[in-house]
């Protein structure tokens, strides 16, 4: 069973309304578990694609560190919009090379989780991500983290992924070329304009 989606562990702890998903390949078992697990507060939908969820869940994390890096650039809200646009597009390329369903990506734990990820500080990646773009150095940035900042472990995977089924993720790639190599933001910010 997999689940995730757009949920912050403390708006779940706090009560506030909240919906997930969870995927397993036999669609009964995750009903089962959907039922089982759902709260008042807490909304869990069955997916029959643990593929698809766990896509969307890892990949929203490296385009988290982008929106945030944006942020901490004063780039505004609409580079925001345009990177989340297009990095969401990375997304479903991947996930339809992969095989995951269009629609589960369409959903919470694709969409939803990304929207949520790219836009608030309580995100770990994205405050990584922002922390980067007003100038810290990744270790710098790292260390300043409350927590595991995935997307800049997961860049490089989703990249390699990338690059074996021969699709274009300029995001990722910038991403990754700024926690791995060192790359300058601005660099890679011009490089994505142009």
Not at 58 to 85: E, F, P, R, V
Not at 125 to 136: P, V
Request: glycine share 10%; proline share 4%; net charge neutral.
């Amino acid at each position: 069973l997999i689940l995730s989606g757009p949920s912050f562990a403390e708006d779940v702890s706090s009560k506030l309304p909240t919906a997930v998903a969870l995927a397993s390949s036999n669609l009964a078992i995750a009903r089962e578990w959907a039922k089982a697990l759902t709260q008042p507060h807490f909304r869990i939908y069955a997916s029959d694609d643990p593929l698809g969820v766990c896509i969307g869940g890892s990949l929203k994390n490296i385009l988290a560190i982008a929106a945030g890096i944006s942020d901490g650039k004063q780039l505004g809200a609409s580079a925001k919009a345009a990177l989340i646009t297009r990095g969401f597009s990375e997304l479903m390329r991947l996930g339809k090379a992969l095989g995951a369903k269009p629609e589960t990506l369409m959903g919470l734990s694709g969409l939803g989780d990304l929207l949520l990820t790219c836009s608030s500080p309580q995100s770990r990646n994205y405050a990584f991500g922002k922390r980067l773009g007003e100038g810290q150095t990744i270790t710098q940035a790292l260390a300043a983290s409350n927590g595991v900042v995935e997307g800049a472990f997961s860049a490089s995977a989703a990249l390699q992924l990338a690059i074996q089924h021969t699709i274009t993720m300029p995001i990722t790639q910038a991403v990754n070329a700024i926690v791995e190599n060192g790359a300058d933001p601005d660099d890679m910010i011009k490089a994505l304009l142009a």
